[in-house]
């Protein structure tokens, strides 16, 4: 078992940037790819970036491309997520999440293990 809590959410103006960080806790971090969903209300959840073990391979949603940033410290069991220039369709729950041996793909995918309880993000216009 894993257990992912998020931190980092909160309102922001357009334009504006916000870290999201999320600690695992429960098994050896380093085994598992990681990534950040979102969802707004009376959507489905949308796949925000996701990374591979190592560090060294990222991905991203196309509405997200050049302006989030994930990345994640094996020594510090966390992965966060910086994003700037911040837009009011980034407006969402952001949740954590982690897909065992390593398999970012999965979470290209919206396929996850474990997904954390979630944090609110609120880009005011």
């Known amino acids: 078992q894993v257990q992912l809590v998020e931190s980092g959410g909160g309102l922001v103006q357009a334009g504006g940037s916000l870290t999201l960080s999320c600690v695992a806790s429960g098994r050896t971090f380093s085994r598992f790819a990681m990534g950040w969903f979102r969802q707004a209300p009376g959507t489905e959840r949308e796949f925000v970036a996701g990374?591979?073990?190592?560090?060294?391979?990222?991905y991203y949603g196309d509405s997200v491309k050049g302006r989030f940033t994930i990345s994640r410290d094996n020594a510090k069991n966390t992965v966060s997520l910086q994003m700037n220039s911040l837009k009011p369709e980034d407006t969402a729950v952001y949740y954590c999440?982690?897909?065992?041996?390593?398999?970012?793909?999965?979470?290209?995918?919206?396929?996850?293990?474990?997904w954390g309880q979630g944090t609110q993000v609120a880009v005011s216009s």
């Open positions: 999440a982690a897909a065992d041996w390593g398999d970012v793909i999965r979470i290209t995918r919206g396929i996850a293990d474990f």
């Open positions: 990374i591979k073990w190592t560090g060294a391979v990222t």
